[in-house]
């Protein structure tokens, strides 16, 4: 696939719905963050966020500017937005992180929440940093949680339940891995990118952590205001068809010098 430009991919996101316009309505948005704000812990994503977002309008400031939703708190129905720009701010921060993993050869985990979306984002990005000299984390067999099994597929751990590849929002899968790599002796990885309660459980346990989130769930945009997690990418995580993120993921790999 080519590179786009800048221009050429913003474009490219509005009209695939993945940035501007996206399909998550704002009534669910603002019911995220007030639960956020409320201390529901599911939607804090592994993150301890404590008392300090305990007002749900500064939950909506921070999304207003990370992520590009409406900072009008009397809008309360209706369309809501993610700006394409700092969708694309958020790549360039991620590949500068990726860049750097790539020159230091680091040992590299990638996880999703959301298969059905971003599996191929994480699947070409973990082949671009093998390519590259990374060592891509191979989880321990045999790990469970209360909702599935916990495995790797195309190097990107998953949650499985009942043949079928699952939709989560738990750190738990992140939790098992990250002690099953203790328990084993093996090293935690020096970079997690990943999703959900994935990015967020890793880097609470302290990891470099890049993630992918949605306008409604503000847990890792929070992280990386205040610096828990290092980049957080806002989009729509589950469009019409996967392949409308190749774009996306083609400008994110050239931009940290991963493109062959």
Same mark, same amino acid.
Not at 41 to 55: I, K, N, S
Not at 128 to 136: F, H, K, M, V
Not at 173 to 190: A, F, H, K, Q
């Given at each position: 696939?080519?590179?786009?430009?800048?221009?050429?991919?913003?474009?490219?996101?509005?009209?695939?719905?993945?940035?501007?316009?996206?399909?998550?309505?704002?009534?669910?948005?603002?019911?995220?963050y007030r639960r956020l704000a409320n201390g529901d812990?599911? =939607?804090?994503?592994?993150?301890?966020?404590?008392? *300090?977002?305990?007002? $749900?309008?500064?939950?909506?400031?921070?999304?207003? $500017?990370? #992520?590009?939703?409406?900072?009008?708190?009397?809008?309360?129905?209706?369309?809501?937005?993610?700006?394409p720009e700092l969708t694309v701010d958020g790549l360039?921060?991620?590949?500068?992180?990726?860049?750097?993993?790539?020159?230091?050869?680091? *040992?590299?985990? &990638?996880?999703?929440?959301?298969?059905?979306?971003?599996?191929?984002?994480?699947r070409a990005t973990a082949a671009a940093l093998r390519?590259?000299? #990374?060592?891509?984390?191979?989880?321990?067999?045999?790990?469970?949680?209360?909702?599935?099994?916990? &495995?790797?597929?195309?190097?990107?751990?998953?949650?499985?339940?009942?043949?079928?590849?699952?939709?989560?929002?738990?750190?738990?899968?992140?939790?098992?891995?990250?002690?099953?790599?203790?328990? $084993?002796?093996?090293?935690?990885?020096?970079?997690?990118?990943?999703?959900?309660?994935?990015?967020? #459980?890793?880097?609470?346990?302290?990891?470099?952590?890049?993630? =992918?989130?949605? #306008?409604?769930?503000?847990?890792?945009?929070?992280?990386?205001?205040?610096?828990?997690?290092?980049?957080?990418?806002?989009?729509?995580?589950?469009?019409?068809?996967? *392949? &409308? =993120?190749?774009?996306?993921?083609?400008?994110?790999?050239?931009?940290?010098?991963?493109?062959?």
């Amino acid at each position: 696939m080519s590179i786009p430009s800048r221009a050429t991919l913003v474009e490219h996101l509005v009209r695939a719905r993945i940035a501007g316009d996206v399909a998550t309505p704002r009534d669910n948005n603002l019911d995220h963050y007030r639960r956020l704000a409320n201390g529901d812990r599911h =939607y804090w994503l592994g993150l301890e966020l404590g008392d *300090r977002w305990a007002d $749900e309008q500064d939950v909506l400031a921070v999304m207003a $500017e990370r #992520c590009g939703v409406s900072d009008d708190p009397e809008h309360r129905h209706g369309q809501d937005t993610i700006d394409p720009e700092l969708t694309v701010d958020g790549l360039e921060r991620m590949a500068a992180r990726l860049r750097k993993a790539a020159e230091s050869q680091e *040992r590299v985990l &990638f996880a999703t929440g959301h298969p059905g979306g971003l599996l191929d984002v994480h699947r070409a990005t973990a082949a671009a940093l093998r390519a590259a000299g #990374c060592d891509i984390v191979v989880i321990p067999g045999g790990l469970r949680t209360s909702e599935g099994m916990v &495995f790797q597929f195309a190097d990107v751990a998953m949650l499985e339940r009942g043949a079928t590849l699952w939709h989560t929002h738990s750190p738990e899968p992140m939790t098992v891995i990250l002690d099953g790599l203790e328990r $084993e002796g093996s090293p935690l990885p020096d970079l997690v990118v990943a999703d959900h309660g994935w990015a967020g #459980c890793a880097a609470q346990r302290g990891l470099d952590s890049l993630g =992918y989130a949605d #306008c409604n769930d503000p847990a890792l945009f929070i992280g990386e205001a205040e610096g828990t997690m290092q980049v957080t990418v806002p989009l729509d995580d589950h469009v019409l068809d996967p *392949r &409308f =993120y190749d774009p996306m993921t083609a400008y994110l790999l050239d931009a940290a010098g991963l493109t062959p």
